[in-house]
């Protein structure tokens, strides 16, 4: 089966064997590639060129109805060449064409951005423009232009006037004038009968005498705030000098012009002055005083009367403090060398002492220092603060530390734990006695407890009784605590935080519950622990123990309990880490 080349038709051969279907194919083919073709019209003929997509748009941006247009020139009022220049000839528009009743509209002009009210404004222009703005009234504005007028009143009473005339005086006015008469004082000005008003200087003071020349001519401002008038120029301060305080021949700036000096210059010699440097220290004055001389000098003046001094005069100024010892040596002040030494490098202190408080005072070598590494910092040797705080030893040093040149020796003596430490336990025991809680060997000077101390007694028999005491080798007792079933101390809260013991303070100290809340270790008049009991002699302030307690030989912490329905209803325990060093 063969097929066409362009359309695809099949082609039996001879041998193949005809479809329908694929004759019906055929026709289906051929009536779809016909319908998509052009009609041939008789006496037309298609274009042998592609019809391209720029050419399609360019042909859709053409406007509905237009032509090959070609300008045509014109001539007469209006002329036009091909070229689209169009002019109006000189008279052809008239009044009538831009008065607001004839109208010519804005979208004529330009790109009509001008409407027919504003070519209305025109209306009336029959003739010159400057002779109608001629015509025209002045515009009054004193502000923008200052008038001008001549001056017809007194010294101090000024009177002018403008023309065209102001209705009011209004901020800001400026008005000129030709001054008639020289003032003599505060002055006024009146201008077109609006009222008197203060003429005054740039700070608002009154002029003074002589500041309106006559004949000169001056510019005022209105000042609508103060009410008056301010002179434009003026010269502003000069201060009080008269001529009698300018020297003679020079002159100086005044309210009425420049002053001549009338200060006479005193060229007197002084013949007492002590050299003939510019300035002198010295001590020959006869009161041994330290004296300054320079110049120049006010000497001989014996009138009263102010005098100015050139030549070779002196000034004798008191300075009885520029001695060598008040500054540094090296340093030279109006000739005098200074003798106050600069100390560099380490400079040792010349002693030392203490404060109530133990604050270390040291006291320098007099003399300057700059300060810092180099600077006259102070070395105070340990042998003087050895001498002040003479508790610093080796005895009072842990081992193995060192301070102030000191090696320590104080080495720790032992620990001990300990875990509810107390009578012996258990329900209904019968546990009347006295018990060690703890021991403190006499090798140590100083032991504490980290941890704590409960006692307790349950209500019954006013009888029983538990009582808390350190006792020395020797049998001394120091009481602690003392509690009966009658002071309702039936609870296991009553607890001593610890305790310290410093042999050398012989002083225990603890933090009770007892005391108050909070409260820290040593607080309370007896340093934490309770009163004496049977006679027995107890704590001192801060802790301190008896006066025939031993310090020195083993310590114990002991209860005693009587009259003991046993454990659980009486009882003491001490709990925790007792360390002694």
């Avoid at 008003?197 to 740039?202: L, P, T």
């Avoid at 009410?227 to 201060?239: H, S």
């Avoid at 021949?249 to 200060?263: A, E, R």
């Avoid at 007694?457 to 605590?481: E, P, Q, T």
Wanted: net charge negative; charged share 15%.
């Amino acid at each position: 089966m063969q097929t066409t080349g362009n359309l695809g038709l099949k082609k039996p051969e001879g041998t193949d064997i005809v479809d329908i279907a694929d004759l019906n194919g055929n026709m289906d083919i051929l009536d779809n590639a016909v319908n998509g073709k052009m009609d041939k019209v008789t006496g037309k003929q298609l274009s042998t060129n592609d019809y391209t997509t720029a050419e399609k748009t360019k042909l859709a941006g053409v406007a509905t109805g237009a032509n090959n247009y070609s300008h045509p020139n014109h001539t007469g009022d209006i002329t036009s060449t091909g070229d689209g220049v169009t002019a109006i000839s000189a008279g052809v528009i008239v009044n009538a064409d831009v008065n607001a009743a004839a109208g010519i509209d804005a979208s004529k002009i330009g790109t009509g951005v001008v409407s027919n009210a504003e070519f209305g404004y025109l209306d009336g222009v029959t003739g010159g423009i400057q002779g109608q703005l001629d015509s025209k009234v002045p515009l009054t504005d004193y502000v923008r232009q200052p008038g001008y007028a001549v001056d017809s009143g007194t010294a101090n009473a000024k009177v002018i006037t403008l023309s065209p005339a102001p209705t009011s005086y209004v901020d800001g006015m400026a008005v000129s004038f030709k001054n008639a008469v020289l003032s003599t004082g505060a002055a006024t000005i009146n201008i077109n009968g609006l009222g008197n008003k203060s003429i005054v200087k740039s700070n608002g003071s009154a002029l003074s005498s002589g500041n309106l020349k006559a004949g000169s001519i001056y510019t005022i401002r209105y000042n609508a705030t103060t009410g008056n008038f301010i002179l434009q120029g003026e010269g502003g301060e000069y201060g009080t000098a008269t001529a009698a305080d300018v020297i003679s021949g020079k002159t100086i700036g005044s309210d009425t012009g420049l002053v001549t000096g009338v200060i006479p210059l005193n060229p007197t010699t002084f013949s007492n002055k002590i050299a003939t440097a510019d300035k002198v220290v010295s001590s020959n004055s006869g009161d041994s005083k330290m004296h300054v001389y320079v110049r120049p000098f006010k000497e001989g003046n014996t009138t009263g009367t102010t005098t100015a001094y050139s030549g070779d005069v002196w000034m004798d100024v008191l300075a009885d403090d520029l001695r060598p010892e008040n500054f540094l040596a090296g340093k030279n002040m109006l000739g005098v060398a200074g003798a106050i030494p600069t100390i560099t490098g380490t400079d040792t202190a010349a002693t030392v002492a203490h404060y109530p408080n133990d604050d270390l005072a040291v006291y320098v070598n007099r003399g300057y220092r700059a300060g810092g590494i180099g600077g006259g910092e102070v070395k105070v040797p340990v042998d003087m603060l050895k001498g002040q705080y003479p508790q610093i030893n080796a005895d009072n040093l842990r081992a193995g530390v060192s301070a102030w040149g000191i090696t320590g020796a104080l080495q720790p003596a032992g620990m001990v734990t300990l875990s509810n430490v107390g009578p012996p336990s258990g329900p209904q025991a019968n546990n009347n006695g006295t018990y060690e809680l703890l021991r403190i060997p006499a090798a140590a000077k100083f032991a504490g407890l980290i941890g704590s101390l409960k006692y307790w007694a349950r209500s019954g028999s006013s009888s029983r009784i538990i009582h808390l005491f350190f006792r020395d080798s020797a049998g001394v007792i120091c009481n602690c605590k003392y509690t009966s079933a009658g002071n309702t101390d039936d609870s296991q809260s009553n607890v001593y935080t610890g305790f310290y013991l410093d042999k050398s303070k012989r002083t225990i100290v603890t933090n009770s519950g007892q005391v108050s809340s909070g409260s820290t270790m040593g607080s309370g008049a007896l340093g934490g622990w309770d009163t004496m009991y049977n006679g027995n002699v107890g704590f001192g302030a801060g802790g301190a123990l008896p006066a025939n307690f031993n310090v020195n030989g083993d310590i114990s912490l002991l209860v005693e309990i009587s009259s003991s329905y046993g454990e659980g209803y009486d009882s003491a325990r001490a709990d925790g880490i007792l360390v002694y060093w």
